[in-house]
Antibody
Framework: QVQMVQSGAEVKKPGSSVSVSCQVF????????FAWVRQAPGQRLEWMGR????????TYAQKFEGRLTITSDKSTSTATMYLSSLTSEDTATYYC?????????????????WGQGTVVTVSS | DIVMTQSPDSLPVSLGERATINCKSD????????????LAWYQQKPGQPPKLLIY???TRESGVPDRFSGSGSGTDFILTISSLQAEDVAVYYC?????????FGQGTKVEIK
């Protein structure tokens, strides 16, 4: 069974950066795309971007272009999300999620496994 | 961006009764080339990540009880819980994965009447 374990909660100052990691166990990390989705308190889920680890190719939501970077490390089966220039509006729970289709180089599909979520709080 | 709108926002249903949630997209999420709707439904309980219930508008994910079903095509979709159980109390989201940015509905909170 696939298990996705995320790093712990973070408290950050406005203007700083945060990284959240997601280690994948029990699945073939190198053949699935992975995405990052966030959920601000009381808000709907928001897709941020995705990575395809075999090629390292990424697609980002335009809203986050320039301050979001998603990377992957096949040796540790880990995907990492880096978000810079934080503001209070970035306070949210951040989830990694596996895209359900293998070898989906550039397309999109639903998310079949999710990490437990990482709470990021941005406050002065 | 494709805007997803769900109705109602809150749905009180008696145990054993049917729950119906609507989801509307402001653009079609149907791909003519493969005859598929790029629409998923998720269930989220407090303090937990979302759980995939339905993809392709109507295909139940493995392990999901058959009281959950999805229907619709193009821009209008429905999630039905045929006989509500206590464990179904949650917020339900629809999501389009037709084109980026992938977008979600605002959620429908299902509770026991």
């Amino acid at each position: 069974q696939v298990q996705m374990v995320q790093s712990g909660a973070e408290v950050k100052k406005p203007g700083s950066s945060v990284s959240v990691s997601c280690q994948v166990f029990g699945g073939t990390f190198s053949s699935y795309p992975f995405a990052w989705v966030r959920q601000a308190p009381g808000q709907r889920l928001e897709w941020m971007g995705r990575i395809f680890p075999p090629l390292g190719t990424t697609t980002y939501a335009q809203k986050f272009e320039g301050r979001l970077t998603i990377t992957s490390d096949k040796s540790t089966s880990t995907a990492t999300m880096y978000l810079s220039s934080l503001t209070s509006e970035d306070t949210a729970t951040y989830y990694c999620a596996r895209v359900r289709s293998q070898w989906l180089v550039s397309g999109f599909d639903a998310f079949d496994f999710w990490g437990q979520g990482t709470v990021v709080t941005v406050s002065s | 961006d494709i805007v997803m709108t769900q109705s109602p926002d809150s749905l009180p249903v008696s145990l054993g009764e049917r729950a119906t949630i609507n989801c509307k997209s402001d653009q079609s999420v149907f791909y003519d080339s493969n005859n598929k709707n790029y629409l998923a439904w998720y269930q989220q309980k407090p303090g937990q990540p979302p759980k995939l219930l339905i993809y392709g508008a109507s295909t139940r994910e493995s392990g999901v009880p058959d009281r959950f079903s999805g229907s619709g095509s193009g821009t209008d979709f429905i999630l039905t819980i045929s006989s509500l159980q206590a464990e179904d109390v949650a917020v339900y989201y629809c999501q389009q994965y037709f084109s980026p940015p992938l977008t979600f509905g605002q959620g429908t909170k299902v509770e026991i009447k």
